[in-house]
């Protein structure tokens, strides 16, 4: 079985400023990672993936996550956030063979202010 | 060209009634999933198809049933529908490997 933990609900963050989004995973198979954005009314689009090789994956938009094993965790960063990128950041997983549906996170609603 | 689409993408209707909501994609993929998005945003698989056989059924009632006429169709059919059969639902699909490519969504409101 596998679970995600997304541990804030809510990140607000001005403009240009930094912001990390974390993610915590628990799964007793090797698993794949994921970065997905929500827009307002909108499906879901994928930022970034984590599958194998270097444990820093870089995405669309200026976004980059880190794969820490030990730790279990994927966190996604941005270095400078612009008002567009106000969304829902969903994280998940799935396992590398067998079962491959989606697990995801609840979410964490970024809000970017002026 | 709209990769994985689904119709119809507002759906309003009374309980007790019978829907269904399509799904396509022009990916060539093997697998498609159907998922619930709840009011609070929380996303739960609900169904897995690959290469038109069922893979994935999870603790869903009944009354929803999938049907993949072909590789690049998954349908869902809801019966006897109830106010919490309320939320956004997601086709998506994917290679055996990788990742999952998802429809806009369809948002269902059961009166």
């Known amino acids: 079985a596998q679970s995600v933990t997304q541990l804030d609900s809510q990140v607000p963050v001005f403009e240009e400023a930094p912001v990390e989004l974390r993610c915590n995973y628990s799964?007793?198979?090797?698993?794949?990672l994921f970065w997905y954005v929500q827009y307002p009314n909108q499906g879901l689009q994928l930022l970034l993936k984590?599958?194998?090789?270097?444990?820093l994956v870089k995405g669309i938009n200026g976004f980059e996550a880190e794969f820490n094993k030990s730790q279990t965790s994927f966190h996604l960063r941005k270095p400078s956030v612009h008002i567009s990128d106000t969304a829902e950041y969903f994280c998940?997983?799935?396992?590398?063979?067998?079962?491959?549906?989606?697990?995801f996170g609840s979410g964490t609603r970024l809000q970017v202010q002026p | 060209d709209t990769a994985v689409s689904q119709t119809p993408k507002y759906l309003v209707t009374q309980m007790g009634n019978d829907k269904s909501i399509k799904c396509e994609q022009n990916?060539?993929?093997?697998?498609m999933y159907w998922y619930k998005q709840d009011s609070k945003k929380f996303l739960k698989i609900m169904f897995s198809y690959n290469n038109k056989e069922l893979i994935i059924n999870e603790t869903v009632p009944n009354r929803f049933s999938p049907k993949s006429p072909d590789k690049a169709h998954l349908n869902l059919h809801i019966n006897s529908l109830e106010l919490g059969d309320s939320a956004v639902y997601f086709c998506?699909?994917?290679?055996?490997?990788?990742?999952?490519?998802f429809g806009p969504g369809t948002r269902l409101t059961v009166l």
């Open positions: 799964s007793s198979v090797s698993v794949y």
């Open positions: 998506a699909s994917s290679r055996v490997e990788g990742e999952q490519f």
């Open positions: 998940a997983v799935s396992g590398q063979s067998g079962r491959r549906a989606l697990t």
């Open positions: 990916l060539g993929h093997d697998t």
């Open positions: 984590y599958l194998s090789g270097s444990t």
